[in-house]
Structure formats: structure tokens, C-alpha cells
């Protein structure tokens, strides 16, 4: 019986689907920046960690916790030396649950969770106040070494102005202690005082024949300068 030869075309094979497996496996496991920024993992007995745990087909990975379709749910970057959260802190905008405590953070971190409307629990060095301060929480609770801030609130429900929105819009939560005014359907621009919807092709129509013009400008001037020289 002839030896099958080493190198022939089934190991060729098998190293390419071993190939293929192990890219397809690097993608699987690439998380968001905000996530490895910080080395280790979620300790066990953390807030985040207990509440992923405690929560069905939520998964830990590296510092963060995700639902099935990718989006953090929970945030751990406790003991990272952080004097700010860092420009990849927006990844985590979906987050329920973040805890920055043991860090030596600044003091005001309200702009720091624009777009965090889900956010519900915020744990923070024991120095560093509640973004929006106690009218943008329900609970705020200082501990020896943490204070945590517990249920956002819905400014828009307790302003009581009217006047803080245009007539065409409607306020909306932004984060805590953060609005936005939102146009209502049919309306768009300043203070949402133009009428119908924004058109796309009237948009581009000018955008391309700007983008024509400038390129025949320059082909004419380059062709110029081809014949003098």
C-alpha cells in the first residue's frame, strides 16, 4: 500500500480550514476599545459582574458585559488610574450599570455621559460627585470609599418649562442632567422652524455638480499648464 506523502493536498486543506477558523475566531473575540483599555478582568464579587451574572444571556468579557447583540450593558473600570474616562467611553452609551470607582478622576463628569439614557447605576470614587447632581438621580448614596448614584431621571419630567423647547420640538433625555430638544416629524432646522423633510437629492444634486465644477476647474488649469511648458 503506498504512504500517503506529507504536505499532500489534504493537509494543504486542513491548514486552510484551520486558517479560516482561527480569523474567524479573532473577529468573534474583537470587543470595543473601552472594554481592554484597561488590563484584567471584571472582578467576581463587583457590582457589574454580579449583575451580569444575575441576569440571563449576559456574558462577561475582558471589563465589560454584553447582551446577545453586542451592546454593553455593564462597564467595569474600578482601579484603572483613570484621571477621565478617554475618548472610547462613548462605546459604553447602551450601559445600565458603570463602575470608575478607585480612580483618580476629575470632579465634573457631566459632559462625559452625553447619550447615556439608560444608564441607572453609576458607582464613583467617593470625591467625585453624581453627573447632574441630586435632581438627575433618584438615590445617591456616599459610602467610606464609593458613592453611587441610582435611577436617572427624566429632567424633561420635571423642568415644568415649556418654553425650554421650541414649539415645533419636544424635550428628551440626553444622559444624566442632560436634555435635548427633539424637532417633531416634518419639521428639521433652526429651532425646528422649516417644514417638510430634508431632501437628500437636492443635497447631493448640488454637492456633485460643486464637486464637477471644482474638477473641471483643475483639468482646465492642468492642461494649461501642460502647454506652457
Aim: net charge positive; with cysteine; hydrophobic share 35%.
Amino acid at each position: 500500500m503506498a504512504r500517503r506523502r506529507p504536505g499532500g493536498p489534504t493537509s494543504l486543506v486542513l491548514c486552510a480550514t484551520a486558517l479560516l477558523l482561527a480569523l474567524g475566531v479573532e473577529r468573534a473575540l474583537a470587543l470595543p476599545e473601552i472594554c481592554i483599555q484597561c488590563p484584567g478582568s471584571v472582578q467576581n464579587l463587583s457590582e457589574v459582574a454580579l449583575f451580569c451574572k444575575q441576569t440571563p444571556k449576559l456574558m462577561l468579557y475582558a471589563r465589560c458585559c454584553f447582551n446577545q447583540k453586542g451592546a454593553i450593558l455593564g462597564l467595569d473600570l474600578q482601579n484603572c488610574s483613570l484621571k477621565d474616562p478617554g475618548p472610547n467611553f462613548p462605546q459604553a452609551h447602551t450601559a445600565i450599570i458603570i463602575d470608575l470607582q478607585a480612580n483618580p478622576l476629575k470632579d465634573d463628569l457631566v459632559n462625559t455621559f452625553h447619550g447615556f439614557t439608560q444608564l441607572q447605576t453609576l458607582i464613583l470614587p467617593q470625591n467625585v460627585s453624581c453627573p447632574g447632581g441630586i435632581s438627575a438621580w433618584n438615590t445617591i448614596t456616599t459610602h467610606t470609599d464609593k458613592q453611587t448614584c441610582q435611577g436617572q431621571r427624566n429632567l424633561c419630567n420635571s423642568t415644568g418649562s415649556p418654553e425650554m423647547c421650541p414649539e415645533n420640538g419636544s424635550c428628551a433625555p440626553n444622559g444624566p442632567g442632560l436634555l435635548q430638544c427633539l424637532c417633531a416629524d416634518g419639521f428639521h432646522g433652526y429651532k425646528c422652524m422649516r417644514q417638510g423633510s430634508f431632501s437628500l437629492i437636492v443635497f447631493f444634486g448640488i454637492l456633485g455638480s460643486t464637486t464637477v465644477s471644482i474638477c473641471i476647474l483643475l483639468w482646465g488649469t492642468q492642461r494649461r499648464k501642460a502647454k506652457s511648458s
